[in-house]
């Protein structure tokens, strides 16, 4: 959600500071250290699936003693949504098996070579709705997510993780109650959190998502370091939001039935997303473990 500009002109930064597409009820003031290289996680692969696309009521029906919850979670994956929505859908998407890892349904690839200079960052593809948390290339979270609408679209390109609140009152209405909200762009209001997920986008510019992702990747991403209420120190964790969205069309993962390969993002595209951005995030990456050294250096020189 974006503010007016007489209301930007009115605030000072300490106040602007004081909000997000968000209110702040509790804000978060720890932060995650930055975290080292591993070994890839060990992931489980389905065997070879298609999908089919059925009428959700009467399937969830059916096969109610199936619905585990891997197979739950795979199914809000492919259908862009959350365990609530889910059983409101008229028809959902059906993969032909569940038995890997929900990793192997979304459309990020495990292992990306452009990445691997970069501590962390995260993506969020518009026309997949889906979003992925890399640790120097390798893929550490991924799931759906639900963006901006056609009328309040979540603008593109590079972002930093600025402050987090574990719990947020909507400015837009404050009868909304969010969860793990985090930053990402201060004055235009835009973060990402957890909010109802009806399977397409659907939010004031923000980036949703269901409660066990926004937890986990509000743990997992850095935050910025100030000083005083304006003066960055070291930014927090790099997202980038990119592609377009084809409002007005049919749902694109509603050809996945056809093609299962369909929305397959590729290593060369996630090559070419992040290389206007390389420098930058590079940059910020440095100034961060530099800022993290002078405050380990001090730690020790008081001691």
Known sequence: MKFPKQLLLALPMA?????????????????TATVEKRQPKQRNPPPAFTYQLLPAKAWLKQNDSLLTPQVMNILQAVNRTDANNLRGMDSILIPTSFAGDVEFYTQFPMTVPA?????????????????????????????????????????????????KAEET????????????????????GIGFHEYALPGYPASHSCL???????????????QWELKGTDDVLAKGTPVIVFG????????????????????????AELAQVIAPFKDSVLQAQQARLAYKASIAQDSSTVK
């Not at 377009?244 to 929305?263: E, H, I, R, S």
């Open 244 to 267: 377009t969205y084809p409002f007005g069309a049919p749902k694109p993962w509603k050809q996945l039935p056809q093609n299962p390969k369909a929305l397959d993002i590729s290593v």
């Open 169 to 188: 009152v909507s400015t837009f209405n404050d009868e909304w109650e969010l969860k793990w909200n985090f930053n990402i762009q201060n004055h235009e």
């Open 208 to 222: 949703r998502l269901r409660e066990a992702d926004a937890k986990n990747i509000y743990t997992w991403a850095d």
């Open 15 to 31: 106040a602007l500071i004081l909000f997000s597409c968000k209110d702040i009820k509790k804000q978060s003031t720890e932060d």
């Open 115 to 163: 990445l691997e200079s970069f501590d962390k960052i995260l993506l969020f593809s518009y026309p997949t709705q889906t979003f992925a948390a890399y640790n120097y290339g390798e893929l550490e979270y991924t799931g759906p997510t639900n963006m901006g609408r056609q009328k309040d679209p979540t603008p593109t390109g590079l972002y930093f993780c600025n402050w």
